[in-house]
Structure formats: structure tokens, C-alpha cells
């Protein structure tokens, strides 16, 4: 049995495209918490974001016995300041304002657990530029996105009209939607090959 650990309608998506037969169990962790105790023993963005999805899977493995639970956790770095998802339309509106004309790194952790074992992990970096876009094109994408963004860390979806924000993007576009699939896929062709039976 295969378990997804995430309320994100994106990654349960993705597992529905690649037609992995799964099922959701969304994990309750204190991600704050956990995020400040790791930079204070010193982690670095992609170490937070795997440490959150390992954190997930274990929660959720330890009620589903011998299921093989997926753990996925996303961390938006710019800099040396991470950014998490906006409360509301005005912080979406914030966040795009200290992104906008620079370059962040978005990265994506998935990690494999069953019963509270750690079977496989692996982070993914992706750089994303955004232009010196205007206050009127900010507001406009943010009409058009409305609280779609509200579920997105950085205040923008790359699948969406926050294209237009944009001057470059270089990385794994399962990454930027925040799920490696590809490194997950062949993970899962390894340690439960029947999954791909069916």
C-alpha cells in the first residue's frame, strides 16, 4: 500500500497522472517548530526541506503498518530568508514584492517510509527569476490567480497566469510544482515494483 502524506491537491495530482495506485493520509506536524530547531542546529534550506518531509512520512507510516508512506515538503529560499505560504492576499502581494526582479531557489524534498524507517530521500533544486514586473501587473496576476495562491509558497503558481512574472526558470518542473517525481518514480520501480503491475 502506498500513502500519500500531503494535503496538496498538486502532488496527489501528480501521483494520479503517473497512475500510481495510492492513497492520502494527510500528516499533522508542527513545521515551524521543527523548521526553527533545524536552522538553529545549523541546516540549510534543502536540509529543512527534507527534514519536513521525513517528518511527514514518519507521522503518518506509524498508522498504516507495512504501507509505504511518501513524505514531500517544499522550502522557498531567498537567500538566506525562507518564505512560506502567504495567510492572505496582501501578504501573497508582499511576497512577490521581495521576490520580484531577483533570483530564489525553490527546494523540493520526497522521502520513502514504512514503518518508521527512512527507505529512500532525495532533494531537488530548482532557480527561479522573476522580472522588475510593475505594481499593476502584480495586482493583475493576483486577480487572476485569486486564493489559488493562498496554497502556494512564494505567493505564485508557475502553472498559472504567474507565468507572466517570470524571466527565467531553470530546474525539474515537478520540482518547482513541488514533488520530484521523476527521482520518486524510480525509487518506487526499486523498492515496490508492483505498484507498476497493475
Known amino acids: 500500500m502506498l500513502i500519500l502524506a500531503s494535503r496538496s491537491p498538486t502532488r496527489k495530482s501528480l501521483l494520479q497522472q503517473a497512475k500510481l495506485p495510492f492513497s492520502v493520509d494527510a500528516a499533522s506536524v508542527d513545521e515551524r517548530t ?52 502567504p495567510e492572505t492576499m496582501a501578504d501573497a502581494a508582499g511576497q512577490l514584492d521581495r521576490l520580484r526582479g531577483k533570483t530564489h531557489r525553490l527546494h523540493a524534498a520526497v522521502t520513502l517510509v514504512r514503518d518508521g524507517k527512512v527507505l529512500w530521500s532525495d532533494v531537488q533544486t530548482a532557480e527561479l527569476t522573476m522580472r522588475t514586473f510593475s505594481d499593476e501587473e502584480r495586482d493583475q496576476v ?54 507498476f503491475s497493475a
Open 142 to 195: 493576483l486577480r487572476l490567480e485569486g486564493e489559488e495562491v493562498l496554497h502556494s509558497v512564494g505567493s505564485y503558481r508557475l502553472e498559472g497566469p504567474s507565468i507572466r512574472l517570470f524571466e527565467a526558470v531553470c530546474g525539474d518542473y515537478f520540482t518547482i510544482l513541488g514533488l520530484p517525481l521523476l527521482p520518486l518514480l524510480a525509487a518506487l520501480r526499486d523498492i515496490a515494483p508492483e505498484l
Open 34 to 85: 521543527l523548521e526553527a530547531e533545524a536552522l538553529r542546529g545549523g541546516a540549510d534550506a534543502a536540509e529543512v526541506a527534507q527534514l519536513l518531509a521525513q517528518a511527514k512520512a514518519r507521522a503518518v507510516s506509524v498508522n498504516h503498518s507495512g504501507a509505504l508512506a511518501i513524505g514531500a515538503d517544499q522550502i522557498l529560499a531567498l537567500g538566506e530568508t525562507l518564505l512560506h505560504k
